[in-house]
Nanobody, 123 residues
Framework: QVQLVESGGGWVQPGGSLRLSCAAS????????IAWFRQVPGKEREGVSC????????TSADSVKGRFTISRDNAKKAVYLQMNSLKPEDTGVYYC????????????????WGQGTQVTVSS
């Protein structure tokens, strides 16, 4: 089973940008679709974006379309989430997760999670 570790979170002002990374170990990354989710206390985990195993297909939540871009480099065993034009409502802990199947941004479709990285958008 692949293990994932997220990094790149931090504090940024509204309108700013961050790039999150999801580093894989333990298995070949190209066996898995990888998705990003986010969660704030008291709310359910929300799907953000997903990228297929080869990287030729992506799915994103309406709330981030046009602002967030997911990409992957299977040779480097990494998946990235470029977040631009950040808004306060983008604040949360961001997680990446693997799926040995089709891309999905439904949290119930995933079993294994990284430890998360905190993103805070505020002035």
């Amino acid at each position: 089973q692949v293990q994932l570790v997220e990094s790149g979170g931090g504090w940024v002002q509204p309108g700013g940008s961050l790039r999150l990374s999801c580093a894989a170990s333990g298995s070949t990354l190209d066996l898995y679709a990888i998705a990003w989710f986010r969660q704030v206390p008291g709310k359910e985990r929300e799907g953000v974006s997903c990228i297929s195993r080869s990287g030729d297909s992506t799915t994103s939540a309406d709330s981030v379309k046009g602002r967030f871009t997911i990409s992957r480099d299977n040779a480097k065993k990494a998946v990235y989430l470029q977040m631009n034009s950040l808004k306060p409502e983008d604040t949360g802990v961001y997680y990446c997760a693997p799926r040995a199947g089709l891309c999905s941004i439904v949290a119930d479709h995933y079993r294994y999670w990284g430890q998360g990285t905190q993103v805070t958008v505020s002035s």
